[in-house]
């Protein structure tokens, strides 16, 4: 049975649950009771099969996409539309529950060549058609929704081999619907790794990356989505565009560049070359460090960033309610280690922690490893050890499996993100644990530091509350009212409405802020230009006219 | 007395000439007779004053200028308008040897803040009047030629104020028309470093460096202006952009690297916010290695920049021609050194010399430069000291003022730019000096290897040839025979036509084989989306249409 359950559920779709120290955590903290909340989630985990409007769909379209791919790669089921139309936004996951499926897309195309998707291309422009491309599926910006109809472009199921493996140059040729593990597990295999590796890894492709503009838990390292791209072969309205694999030129300024962020509203990419680095994990240095409080740990981040040592490639903190919350999820609360630290003065809720990473060479990794400790001694830090990065490398991409586990128990939580420079980012932090505050325990607010530059930083904040028994208009409202406050604060304090989740439709009501209005019109000039007939991704993306 | 010679000369304005060891090399090579080289020479100085045909300015157009700027910041001398019309290529400086000035603007004019720039700007796109940028006039890509006339308006002038020092995020705000030592010295004298020193620093400016898409000599290390540009203001035809300085973010397709490569078509940058390092000289660790040939010492580069043990800043290889001619113009061959050189089977012309440096941290630098010693050890590189990296720095801005010397003594002197992927580095390579071979001693070429990236490295090209006494058009056309028989070889052996220098309107008509016709659609689109009147740089800059 193809189920909305089947649908919302991120990763292992087997029921999970929470440990017994979050809940009482969460109960203690929102003063909650257990049995109301697991029944108002009860309510609605829509374990019921998919059902939606009819497609629209002309029939001498799908007579012509059957031509082209074959009736196996021309899906129209309930549940195929459904699937391609939201992605892992928590009010994507609401909706679902809610058993709704705002904007299905008419037909999910599964092509298996560059020429292929071309051709539709090609067609869906001249018949004024919509395409949303789709890779893994993970968006969390809305970015997936077909909100004319229209085609759903599905790159991952029969475009993800290995093109070419350049191992002089170091580099990979893919086509872009690979996902990560795909594409992690051939290159380990031959000793290289792909240096990318966002929460969603699992479930999201190389194109994927490229167009959401995405950083890597080891961006800091490796560098992020964009920086890993080398050249792009790309279907748009006007035509192919195939890029060089230069390691760098000036000859005009950088057309690949256009599609990182361009969220398939600019084309379609097909293929990717992308740099490749040795794979050497038992080099990996790490470490972890307490500090008295989230200033110390940034400073000290900041000093390291700027010390021109050799950067970490993990490289995290965690603020005071983070730690907090992490501190009793596993227990640690009340142990000898927690009495020596509060003995030493690192009492929550304000001390905080440092996790890092250092790849690549083995003495320079224990260099680099080295010069960072002594840094975050001089700011206060208490080396705590290398297995709290191991426990957390073990559940980089699992973490997230525990949305659903937080929703079936009755709680939303859902995260927001932000780039800021480092002189806004105090500032910014307290506006934001401020603004989580005065819901007076409506909400629970913890953020961390990720992605790290010689020049500023993301914030990336989780935020939690009870879920209501409500009608599923009020209920998507009321989480967005505090999305929208969240937002809010990062623009009102200097921070971007993205650091690398996109902006998809989302954000889109906060372009303005990001852009004035010549830097709108660039963009929807530029839009203009490569898709005249608006067909890419419409309906709202990046704020976008078409 | 304003001549054409004060126009043409680079740097020092006072003569200076070959030493004797190059004469000698030089005569041996191409069996030239030094007086008769020397007569060509003479007859072609310019010693005498500019005089150029009258401008075409309007005199409204004067007059809106004067009222905007004040009379002092309109200059429409012959030698103001002499002076703007050619950068340093070598065309343009035969041009002005022979007293021609092919393509001079009406009018220049001397901006002082970025308000005044704008209205330039949209008084230009609404009269039609040609703008073309003008900064350090370093360019030797033709990009400066007012090809319809117009205004050349000069940055460097007027705007070279640093607007704002944030150590906090190592970022310094500028006007775009600051200078290279203009910016270094407020910096060095601050504990800072811009990071980007091109061999035209003295004499180019900040925005040059973005809108050539530049590459200083420590690029390696610390990256390409594009990679040290954080935000910019610009103005253009349809308004002003101004970008923020978030250190990364994923807000739609980043409109900053439109303008890196953009060449003056798409705007005129007025200011740039841009990363800086700390300056700490003392730190830098350096070191020089003799390789028995070229395939041996970029091998070892390529092995230390893939290894992950940390960058060096400065990295170049000189081949063996480029060592044979380097050892020649130092007097080495012959000493003690050379014989125990060739002893140890290390003989010209195959010889080959690597250089870097590295900076940072000074346990960082340490080890850096070890491990990079212990490759190149491995590959047979044999370690030959500091004090040639000591040298190389002292002279790593002068050593291009060696081109008038070289002209004054006889000889044409150039260079070409390529860059190109490991896999087909040296194929290219050893194309390119059979195409010199060929020439049967008219040409003497050399290259070195001098920004390196993890997949692959530019190649530069010197080449040389005795001066024929010519007619002005056959003299050009004669090197514009040999100029174009190397972007050809660089072209025919998947290079591209440049790394660094730009295109401008010297490398147009390769275009069409660095961009298929898709491509060369987007980047026309894109300009007559920022410039819908065709007014910046027009005239074949880039190949566009306008």
Redesign the interface.
């Known amino acids: 049975m193809q189920t909305y359950r089947q649908i919302y559920k991120w990763g292992d779709k087997r029921d999970s649950h929470l440990d017994a120290h979050t809940l009482e955590f969460l109960e203690e903290y929102f003063g909650t009771d257990r049995s109301r909340q697991q029944q108002i989630a009860e309510s609605i985990r829509a374990d019921d099969p998919v059902r939606i409007a009819p497609n629209n769909l002309a029939s001498e379209h799908r007579q012509f996409f059957i031509q082209l791919l074959g009736e196996a790669c021309v899906e129209q089921s309930d549940f195929s539309r459904a699937s391609h139309a939201l992605g892992k936004y928590y009010a994507d996951l609401l909706h679902l529950r809610h058993g709704r499926v705002p904007f299905p897309p008419d037909v999910v195309l599964m092509p298996k060549s560059h020429q292929q998707v071309q051709q539709i291309v090609d067609y869906c422009s001249q018949h004024h058609l919509p395409i949303i491309p789709f890779g893994g599926g993970s968006s969390v910006t809305r970015a997936l929704e077909a909100q004319r109809g229209g085609v759903s472009l599905d790159l991952q199921a029969h475009m993800h081999q290995v093109l070419e493996l350049?191992t002089?140059?170091?580099?990979v040729r893919v086509q872009a619907g690979i996902s990560g593990p795909q594409l992690e597990s051939y290159l380990n295999e031959r000793g290289y790794t792909c240096g990318h590796f966002p929460q969603s890894f699992e479930h999201s492709t190389v194109g994927g990356w490229i167009a959401?503009?995405?950083?890597g838990q080891c961006s800091t390292g490796y560098g992020?989505a964009?920086d890993l791209m080398?050249a792009l072969k790309v279907a748009?309205p006007?035509?192919?565009?195939?890029?060089?694999?230069?390691?760098?030129?000036?000859?005009?300024?950088?057309?690949n560049?256009?599609?990182?962020?361009?969220?398939g509203t600019?084309g379609v990419i097909t293929e990717v070359t992308w740099?490749i680095?040795?794979y050497r994990p038992a080099n990996q240095a790490c470490g972890t460090f307490i500090f008295r409080d989230f200033e110390s740990a940034t400073e000290a981040m900041?000093e390291i960033m700027?010390?021109?040592?050799?950067r970490p490639h993990l490289f995290r903190i965690s603020d005071g309610p983070e730690t907090w919350f992490g501190f009793k999820h596993q227990g640690f609360e009340g142990t000898w280690k927690d009495k020596f630290l509060r003995w030493k003065g690192y009492h929550p809720p304000a001390r905080s922690t440092m996790m890092m990473t250092v790849?690549?060479?083995e003495?320079?990794t224990r260099?680099?490893a080295r010069?960072i400790r002594s840094i975050a001694r001089k700011h206060g830090g208490l080396a705590a050890g290398k297995s709290p990065v191991h426990r957390w490398l073990k559940q980089r991409y699992t973490s997230s499996y525990l949305r659903d586990a937080f929703m079936d128990a009755g709680y939303m939580i859902d995260t927001m993100e932000t780039?800021?420079?480092?002189?806004r980012l105090l500032p910014l932090w307290r506006a934001l644990h401020k603004f989580f505050d005065e819901t007076n325990r409506a909400v629970f607010g913890m953020s961390h530091i990720s992605?790290v530059?010689?020049?500023?930083?993301?914030l990336y904040t989780i935020f939690m509350a009870p879920m209501k028994p409500m009608q599923p208009d009020e209920d998507i409202a009321e989480f967005l009212n505090l999305q929208q406050g969240i937002l809010k604060t990062f623009v009102d304090h200097g921070g971007?409405?993205?650091?690398?989740?996109?902006?998809g439709r989302m954000?889109g009501q906060f372009?303005h802020t990001?852009?004035?209005?010549?830097?709108l019109?660039?963009?929807n000039?530029?839009k203009?230009?490569?898709d005249p007939n608006g067909i890419l991704n419409p309906g709202g993306t990046?704020s976008l006219d078409n």
Do not use: K
Request: net charge neutral; glycine share 10%; proline share 3%.
């Open positions: 350049n002089h140059n170091q580099t959401a503009r995405g950083a992020r964009e080398v748009m006007i035509g192919t565009f195939e890029s060089r694999d230069y390691p760098a030129c000036a000859q005009a300024w950088d057309l560049r256009l599609f990182a962020g361009s969220e600019l740099r680095f040795r900041r700027q010390a021109e040592i050799g790849e690549g060479d003495r320079f260099l680099v010069r780039a800021v420079t480092w002189d992605h530059y010689p020049n500023g930083c993301n971007s409405i993205s650091h690398h989740h996109g902006v954000g372009m990001q852009f004035d209005p010549t830097g019109n660039m963009l000039g530029i203009r230009c490569l990046l």
